[in-house]
């Protein structure tokens, strides 16, 4: 990239008629944005623009601004409000796709009717300035969020998501209490946070129509108040549930452990989830309710082919199978405690309850990489 003596030349030269594509990734070193000349892209000259990628600059208001062929619009860091926002999204009736990261001085992120080509839209809160997010767009149907929960989220009626991603503290709470109604035709839904501070209550609606049910509560060490268990309730609301996969995994599980416990496993009665198949719990721990849930799902689900419990991050580039190292990536101390804890409490309480027609998977360290570890994560 130029130096910024050189840039407004440099811009002149490269946009050019008929463009199609324009990437600009700008360092944030200095912490000064730089005011991208969106002069040059008024009148006629953004007309052919079908994909724009705009990094670490500022947004200054220009008249004649109009991207008729916009087909994706990625704005990373960018200084902008969201009154400027909509003066670029005023004639862009062709966006198909957008994406906000960390666009920090948009207040209210309004999405109007006339982006009636909008299917997908992924929004990166990062400076908690975000109040609210109202979507007009009449048929998108991919939304993604990850922020903060104060935001205030609204959509216009008849949407009917097939995608829908929420990942922001107590989520769950959120979603279980402020029901959307659009989420009533959701077929994938992912969830994730990093805290809860009270169990999942019991759905007011249900997700008629979700299949795939992704909920992400990996962190450094999950509330140990939390009740796995209330998860059933968000499985009660999803009858035509198909794929579950669950991130619990913990640096220092401070749950309480079912190993030495003497006590008997609670008992969820009249709970069925007769259209689940699959399901897969990654960063699986000897927390009692982690593994009373994982008992409940295999006595209460006839329908259930496959189960496969991870005891490691899952994440590929640990495992020597899988990354370019050769070796894993070394798990130390009270990880690879609860590790073993994990794999006592599989073969104790879960594997003596799994049916033949179920196939068990458990994933445990490589014990080769493990007894003689090279590389020290």
């Known amino acids: 990239m130029p130096k910024v003596c050189n840039i407004v030349s440099w811009f002149q030269n490269a946009v050019t008629p008929g463009i199609e594509e324009l990437t600009v990734e700008l360092s944030s070193k200095s912490g000064i944005y730089y005011n991208f000349p969106w002069s040059l892209l008024a009148n006629e000259s953004g007309n052919t623009i079908r994909y724009l990628n705009i990094s670490r600059c500022a947004f200054s208001p220009t008249s004649g601004l109009c991207f008729k062929s916009l087909s994706r619009l990625d704005l990373s860091d960018v200084d902008i409000t969201g009154d400027q926002l909509g003066s670029l999204l005023h004639n862009s009736f062709a966006l198909q796709r957008m994406q906000l990261k960390f666009c920090n001085k948009i207040i209210c992120l309004k999405i109007p009717f006339h982006l009636q080509q909008l299917r997908y839209l992924d929004v990166f809160d990062g400076g908690r300035m975000l109040r609210v997010i ?64 009270i169990d999942t209550p019991v759905l007011p609606s249900k997700f008629l129509h979700l299949k795939h049910l992704n909920v992400d509560l990996s962190t450094l060490t999950f509330p140990s108040t939390y009740d796995y268990c209330s998860l059933i309730s968000l499985f009660d609301a999803s009858p035509s549930l198909e794929t579950l996969v669950m991130n619990v995994l913990q640096k220092k599980m401070l749950h309480e452990s079912i190993v ?50 991870d005891t490691t991050t899952g994440h590929p580039s640990y495992s020597c199978l899988t990354n370019n190292i050769g070796k894993c990536m070394l798990l130390h101390g009270d990880f690879m405690v609860e590790v073993r804890k994990g794999l006592l409490a599989i073969r104790t309480y879960v594997e003596p309850k799994v049916p033949s027609r179920v196939k068990l998977n458990v994933v445990e360290p490589c014990r080769r990489c493990h007894d003689q570890p090279l590389i020290i994560c």
Do not use: W
Request: a negative charge.
């Open 260 to 309: 030495g416990d003497t006590s008997h496993l609670r008992q969820m009665p009249g709970h069925r989830h007769d259209s689940l198949k699959t399901v897969k719990i990654i960063g699986f721990s000897s927390a009692k309710s982690l593994v009373e849930l994982t008992c409940h799902i295999i006595e209460n689900t006839t329908s259930l082919e496959g189960l496969t419990l």
């Open 134 to 197: 109202e979507v007009e767009a009449p048929n998108l149907s991919n939304f993604q969020f990850r922020g903060h929960r104060q935001v205030q989220l609204s959509f216009g009626v008849g949407l009917q998501f097939k995608n829908f991603d929420l990942s922001f503290p107590g989520v769950l709470s959120y979603v279980c209490a402020d029901f959307p109604s659009s989420l009533r035709y959701v077929e994938a839904l992912s969830l994730g946070s990093c805290h809860e501070m």
